[in-house]
């Protein structure tokens, strides 16, 4: 049976309100002029209609207290506002994961480019040295594939010991010291091997231009060796004998990157040292 407004209208009852429709709701509500939100539920426009029912006197009070209970428009409001938080916590949170993704990507992208180029680098050293192409390694005379086994292992936390390995190797082996860039290539990782990779195919078969781009990479060049002679401090766990071995391997150090094997240039050394010293101080005082 279609619902009948005005018939309504004339005799309200809570048991027609019950059974009408959203739609016909509303037009109840229109017709006593009570404001409403077109997107509030149909048991909120119904118990605004009831109260306004019981407030004009048209429904007694106690239909209030057996009618469904629904959020105040303050309620709506907070609904509707953490319904929107979580949707762009969900959001930021896609975004985030997606970022994340793409950071990982992109280094994996790099890493492969740079295995890539390293690989390219060994391929050209080859072609260069006559070597065979598979593998990248000089087959003329001296066969390195042989030796490239007793290569030792190439540790960043250490370069420094690494290389003076690898000398006293290839000095005990005889290796011929124009193969020495191609077997120490062979074991380089993590930032050797990127400084490796950008070297022009000239220098990167000169051993010690290798070993100089490698160090300087790492910072182990006359300065870095000076600066940790002079800093260097004795620890609360040594002993007055192993801060003093210590001491003196920090001095050998910087003593052998400056290249100095006589008193004359020992002597030399301390005193460029000492004028730098001071010219420091009257800037500093200045």
């Known amino acids: 049976m279609p619902f009948n407004l005005d018939k309504f209208v004339a005799s309200p009852s809570v048991e027609e309100l019950d059974s009408l429709k959203k739609s016909e709701i509303v037009k109840v509500a229109k017709h006593y002029g009570i404001e409403f939100q077109p997107l509030m539920r149909k048991d909120e426009i119904k118990r605004y209609v009831l109260e306004y029912l019981v407030d004009e006197s048209m429904l007694p009070s106690t239909v209030l207290e057996t009618a469904i209970t629904v959020p105040t428009d303050n309620t709506f409001e907070l609904k509707r506002l953490e319904m929107e938080m979580n949707k762009e916590i969900r959001l930021k949170e896609m975004e985030r994961e997606k970022e994340k993704e793409e950071r990982e990507m992109q280094m994996q992208r790099e890493k492969e480019a740079r295995e890539h180029e390293f690989r390219l680098k060994q391929l050209e050293l080859g072609a260069i040295k006559g070597s065979d192409p598979k593998i990248g390694l000089d087959t003329g005379g001296f066969d390195v594939s042989k030796h490239v086994k007793f290569v030792p292992k190439f540790q960043e936390d250490n370069v420094e010991k690494f ?25 380089f990782t ?20 290798v070993k100089k781009a490698i160090l300087q990479a790492y910072e182990l060049v006359p300065e870095a060796y000076r600066q940790k002679f002079r800093k260097y401090r004795k620890a609360d766990t040594q002993t007055y004998v192993e801060f003093a071995y210590q001491k003196e391997r920090h001095f050998d150090r910087w003593c052998a990157s400056k290249k100095v ?25 200045t």
């Open 261 to 285: 094997s006589t008193f004359d240039t020992l002597r030399q050394l301390m005193l460029v040292e000492e004028f730098k010293r001071c010219v420091n101080d009257d800037i500093n005082i």
């Open 163 to 187: 290389f003076n390995h690898f000398e006293k190797l290839g000095e005990q082996l005889k290796w011929p010291r124009d193969k020495w860039s191609i077997l120490i290539q062979s074991n």
């Open 190 to 209: 993590g930032k050797a091997q990127e400084v490796y990779s950008a070297l022009s195919i000239e220098d990167s078969m000169d051993y010690d231009k």
